[in-house]
């Protein structure tokens, strides 16, 4: 799986009856869910202890921040409409929405109350 970014679709096909995109064709994905948000939210300020996380923007655009909490590498990024972002365990995420927009997420494993890897990161980096 290539973490990160993914720039476009794996692949678009568009006839007369219009569009097919394939957003992404690697991993196992237990939970999927979509949302819309408003210019300004944040989503994130976590990390996972072993989920992968995928994020679609199906419009508008975002600002991402990532923290590896094992290596201590910061990253920077941005995704408009039709565009996605893998991301690893141990990587806090902040998602803040630039323009109103709508989203699709998967994540590799559903939430368990009994093992919740979900861990709050509230500091600034």
Do not use: C
């Amino acid at each position: 799986m290539n973490f990160g970014k993914q720039e476009k679709p794996i692949f678009v096909r568009a006839d007369q009856r219009g569009e097919f995109k394939e957003l992404i064709n690697s991993g196992k994905w237990e939970s999927l869910i979509s949302g819309n948000m408003k210019k300004g939210s944040i989503m994130g300020r976590h990390y996972h202890k072993y989920t992968n996380v995928y994020f679609h923007l199906l419009s508008g655009k975002v600002a991402i921040k990532t923290l590896d909490i094992k290596t201590g590498e910061k990253k920077t990024d941005s995704l408009e409409a039709n565009q996605g972002y893998i991301f690893k365990p141990q990587e806090v995420r902040v998602i803040e929405y630039l323009e109103d927009g709508q989203f699709l997420m998967m994540k590799s494993h559903r939430y368990d109350p009994k093992e919740p890897d979900l861990i709050d990161y509230k500091e600034d980096f």
